[in-house]
């Protein structure tokens, strides 16, 4: 649609109301994230209407429903480590306590060592090969779940000095493409992308060349260099 | 314009989830998930598939927690707003087609009388019970048909009995006219 600045809080309002056409909804939930105008209208218009959801009578929830939710959580990224809750009255020493932190540092470090050096021998979930529009094989994309993909450049590329190529995954409609990470100059790399889902066969991948640094929306903006559908190893 | 409002506890449990805090979602599901699940299903209009998008609007909730911005409006406004779109997107793949061949004409006609009945349970003292009131019946019943009831605008008009361009100049006046009754 490409909407009417002018009429940004009626967009806003048609949005929040649920009365755009997909494409047009798509393209509100892009531009909110860079034009802080929409953003604001498409909140204020949220708060205004709430009151018709938050006065409804609520319905009789089963304890189900959140095992089902909870079984699907995926772990947080940056999600925490917990101290041990309880500690002995008399222990604040602060030389015993650096210990104890240097060691738990030590042993996540360890850990992490430990994480890298498997992630090597092992098997990747699926593994899409991206073809470019003439079908030729141009990278292949190896993504292991939990947080790591590797791609393998298999062509070369012509990337002036202030682009970049980009990798993505499409895990779902819902959830839109999303950047598995940059590639510095044009060779393989392991890829240290978000918390996704685990990849399903026929997940689509694709690079594309972005502006240096990274696409500025967060979303694929650039030309597509290659594309390809995730397969699983037999 | 920024949508200002004090923090409380679900800025706090978002934040935790960002963190990693299972009991912090828990404690979303435990004071929302009644509604959440009410809401949906006046959209998707079965119990199965409201549960369904509640549940994987919960997860959304933790894995897009530490994208929430308390300056950007409510935690409460955030949540709902998950919940919605997942919603209205499971209509637009087309599983209420399937629904409304399900259900007999008497039943569809209760479900727009509940769709309207939403204004009558506001607050009577709140500023959108009033501004809604001010509306005429076709401008209020068609804003009401589309946001509680995730109605598109052609099946409002068809609802309403008129043309599909008049429905849609009706709601977006409509709309304004809301905007500066309730700025």
């Not at chain 1, 649920?18 to 994230?33: C, H, K, N, S, W």
């Amino acid at each position: 649609m490409t909407y009417d600045r002018n009429d940004i809080p009626g967009t806003a309002d048609e949005y929040v109301l649920g009365l755009l056409d997909p494409r047009d909804a798509a393209e509100v939930e892009v531009e909110m994230e860079r034009d802080a105008e929409l953003k604001d209208a498409i909140a204020a218009s949220r708060e205004r209407f709430l009151p018709l959801d938050t006065s409804i009578e609520p319905a009789a929830i089963s304890e189900g429903l959140w095992r089902r939710i909870e079984a699907a959580l995926p772990a947080q990224s940056k999600s925490i480590e917990k101290m041990p809750p309880t500690r002995p009255a008399n222990d604040n020493r602060h030389g015993w306590r650096m210990t104890a932190l240097l060691a738990i540092a030590a042993t996540i470090a360890l850990a992490i060592g430990l994480a890298a050096s498997l992630m090597r021998i092992q098997e990747p979930l699926v593994v899409a090969v991206l073809l470019n529009d003439a079908g030729e094989v141009q990278a292949v994309v190896e993504d292991f779940g939990s947080e790591k993909a590797v791609v393998r450049m298999l062509a070369d590329f012509d990337v002036p000095s202030d682009k970049t190529i980009q990798v993505w995954t499409l895990p779902s409609r819902e959830t839109g493409p999303v950047s598995l990470g940059l590639i510095d100059g044009i060779h393989s790399a392991t890829l240290d992308g978000p918390v996704l889902p685990t990849p399903q066969r026929d997940q689509l991948y694709e690079i594309t060349l972005e502006q240096a640094g990274g696409s500025p929306t967060g979303l694929p903006t650039g030309p597509i260099l290659a594309k390809g559908f995730a397969k699983l190893p037999r | 314009m920024l949508t200002g409002h004090a923090p409380d506890d679900l800025d706090k449990a978002l934040a935790a989830c960002a963190k990693g805090d299972r009991t912090a979602l828990r404690g979303i599901f435990d004071r929302e998930a009644g509604r959440l699940v009410a809401v949906a299903e006046r959209i998707v209009r079965r119990r199965d598939l409201a549960e369904e998008v509640v549940q994987d609007a919960f997860i959304r909730i933790w894995t897009h927690a530490h994208q929430y911005d308390p300056t950007r409006g409510s935690a409460r406004g955030w949540i709902y707003a998950i919940v919605r779109n997942r919603a209205l997107n499971l209509l637009r793949d087309g599983k209420r087609e399937h629904t409304v061949e399900e259900v007999d004409a008497l039943r569809e006609s209760e479900q727009v009388n509940e769709v309207i009945a939403a204004w009558r349970k506001l607050d009577r003292n709140s500023l959108l019970h009033d501004c809604l009131g001010a509306l005429d019946e076709t401008k209020r019943h068609g804003i009401l048909m589309a946001y509680v009831g995730g109605y598109s605008h052609g099946e409002i008009a068809g609802r309403l009995r008129i043309p599909l361009g008049t429905a849609k100049s009706w709601i977006r006046r409509g709309l304004a006219s809301l905007r500066e009754c309730m700025a």
